[in-house]
T-cell receptor, first 115, second 114 residues
């Protein structure tokens, strides 16, 4: 079974530029998550989708971050404009259902460096 | 509100000796608890999870954890460390009746010396 795919794996941009990340979840998984992992910290949830609807985006900085999951499968996360403090690893995860007992499967992440 | 505290940011053991990674949680209800491992430049992998069944949970690669409600702890153990166990370990809590949002601890780096 193929895992969660993410691209690109690495990205270097200058502050105020824009960047987009892509995620393809495990086939059949209805729930998709984007996490931000700053160096030395645990991942923090940015946004959660159930199919193509948003379940939780309470910690997404909506003035600069946006995400979509148009057909309930792939998802993109965008940052515009980027700030230095956005340097982090962006992790995508998916799960079969929604709920606190579900196992989330993580992709390899996209490492972003903002200069 | 839920939270987890990993009591050690760095643990160093010798190969073949026991591993203990400590985790305390805070939750207003009986939580779901997980341990994830992250090897360098790789994604997070689930080691084990507790979801209110048996309090002693066995995971992959010989790891296990015990849920102790009275101590609000969920420590991770392994009888004998292997070099390949060197990685970052995260204790995670979730509301079993919630949306699936995971709350991660700060992580513990496990170093295994030959």
């Amino acid at each position: 079974e193929a895992g969660v795919a993410q691209s690109p794996r690495y990205k270097i941009i200058e502050k105020r530029q824009s960047v987009a990340f892509w995620c393809n979840p495990i086939s059949g998984h209805a729930t998709l998550y984007w996490y931000q992992q700053i160096l030395g910290q645990g991942p923090k949830l940015l946004i959660q989708f159930q199919n193509n609807g948003v379940v939780d985006d309470s910690q997404l900085p909506k003035d600069r971050f946006s995400a979509e999951r148009l057909k309930g499968v792939d998802s993109t996360l965008k940052i515009q404009p980027a700030k230095l403090e956005d340097s982090a690893v962006y992790l995508c995860a998916s799960s079969l259902g929604r709920g606190g007992q579900e196992t989330q499967y993580f992709g390899p992440g996209t490492r972003l460096l903002v200069l | 509100a839920q939270s987890v505290t990993q009591l050690d940011s760095h643990v160093s053991v010798s190969e073949g000796t026991p591993v203990l990674l400590r985790c305390n949680y805070s939750s207003s209800y009986s939580p779901s608890l997980f341990w994830y491992v992250q090897h360098p430049n790789k994604g997070l992998q689930l080691l084990l999870k507790y979801t209110s069944a048996a309090t002693l949970v066995k995971g992959i690669n010989g790891f296990e954890a015990e849920f102790k409600k009275s101590e609000t702890s969920f420590h991770l153990t392994k009888p004998s460390a292997h070099m390949s166990d060197a990685a970052e370990y995260f204790c995670v809590v979730s509301d079993p009746e919630g949306t699936g949002k995971l709350i991660f601890g700060q992580g513990t780096t496990l170093q295994v010396k030959p």
